[in-house]
């Protein structure tokens, strides 16, 4: 079955320096990947997609990479400040309707 | 615009009891699903709609029932609640380009089932 694999633990990091999340899944090729964020509370709120073709994307602080041959995407924050602080979600397409999502990585960045 | 709203936010029920779950979405979007999120767990697919009076079965269908009727409007069920229903249910609705999708969520429903 599909599976995406997202670092269960928190990342703790200082401000001003560059967050890395990594998303893997397996038994999958995705057309397109994509990053949501989630803050307590509330629901997720998309961020970023990039395609199988694309290699990496960037949107003003964030950038994301998709490796298709190493079956990973990394999503990084530079410049990070605390109110960055929120879980992350990968999310693949796995064709038709429906997305499967990793149970995400919460980032804290201590001022 | 609301975006994609959702009632009630939060509901405590007794094994056995039924609700219904209301999701609206004013961006005229044509897919909408629901979802639910249980701790250290994906957003895991319930059921979903591709089109007013259409539905269909994600991955977690059981002891769910949804209905679209509308267009902006996708319900969610539950007949009979159990504990295990005990989530965090979260809609979401989207439109489909030529090659991808991105999903819109509502704020969710914390739904305690005793």
């Known amino acids: 079955s599909q599976k995406i694999e997202q670092n269960s633990e928190a990342l703790n990091i200082q401000e001003g320096k560059t967050a890395t999340l990594t998303c893997n899944y397996t038994n999958y090729s995705p057309a397109y990947l994509q990053w949501y964020r989630q803050d307590p509370g509330r629901g997720p709120v998309f961020l970023l997609l990039?395609?199988?073709?694309?290699k990496e994307k960037r949107k003003e602080r964030l950038k994301v990479t998709f490796d298709t041959t190493l079956k990973q995407s990394l999503f990084h924050i530079t410049a990070s400040q605390p109110a960055d602080s929120a879980t992350y979600l990968c999310?693949?397409?796995?064709?038709?309707?429906?997305?499967?999502f990793g149970a995400g990585t919460r980032l804290f960045v201590k001022a | 615009n609301a975006g994609v709203t959702q009632t009630p936010k939060f509901r405590v029920l007794k094994t056995g009891q039924s609700m219904t779950l209301l999701c609206a979405q004013d961006?005229?979007?044509?897919?909408m699903y629901w979802y639910r999120q249980d701790p250290g767990m994906g957003l895991r697919l319930i059921h979903y709609?591709?089109?007013?009076?259409?539905?269909a079965k994600g991955e977690v269908p059981d002891g769910y029932n949804v209905s679209r009727l509308k267009k902006q409007n996708f319900l969610l069920g539950l007949e009979s609640a159990a504990p295990s229903q005990t989530s965090v249910y979260f809609c979401?609705?989207?439109?489909?380009?030529?090659?991808?999708?991105?999903?819109?969520f509502g704020p969710g429903t914390r739904l305690l089932v005793l």
């Open positions: 961006m005229n979007h044509e897919y």
């Open positions: 979401a609705s989207s439109y489909r380009l030529a090659d991808s999708e991105t999903q819109y």
């Open positions: 990039i395609r199988e073709n694309e």
């Open positions: 709609s591709v089109g007013e009076g259409t539905t």
């Open positions: 999310a693949l397409d796995t064709g038709g309707f429906k997305t499967i």
